[in-house]
């Protein structure tokens, strides 16, 4: 069994920056590809982006590429997530999950069997 944990949210202006934390413990494998993920009120659960077990491996939504980044320190079974250029379109609660198994990432939330209890993040315009 796998707990993720993740922290880091907060209210911030738009064009703020962010850097979310997912702390993982229990039996963490180095090996599992770690996603991130969120949910708006009323929406449907979304991939942000994904990071394979050594870290040069990375994939992005359109809608981020290029504002956020994906890091993992498997020393510290931790994964980051830093936000930068943030929007209010990006208002939600970050999800981080695990994903036993190798590249590529799985090709949504399904494919992930260990989720965190999520992070509110607020964008005001």
């Known amino acids: 069994q796998v707990q993720l944990v993740e922290s880091g949210g907060g209210l911030v202006q738009d064009g703020g920056s962010l850097r979310l934390s997912c702390a993982a413990s229990?039996?963490?494998?180095?090996?599992?590809?770690m996603g991130w993920f969120r949910q708006a009120p009323g929406n449907v659960r979304e991939f942000v982006a994904a990071?394979?077990?050594?870290?040069?491996?990375?994939y992005y939504a359109d809608s981020v590429k290029g504002r956020f980044t994906i890091s993992r320190d498997n020393a510290n079974n931790t994964v980051y997530l830093q936000m930068d250029g943030l929007k209010p379109e990006d208002t939600a609660v970050y999800y981080c999950?695990?994903?036993?198994?190798?590249?590529?990432?799985?090709?949504?939330?399904?494919?992930?069997?260990?989720w965190g209890q999520g992070t509110q993040v607020t964008v005001s315009s």
């Open positions: 990071i394979g077990w050594s870290g040069s491996m990375t």
């Open positions: 999950a695990a994903a036993p198994g190798a590249w590529p990432p799985p090709g949504g939330p399904v494919g992930y069997k260990y």
């Open positions: 229990g039996r963490p494998r180095s090996t599992y590809v």
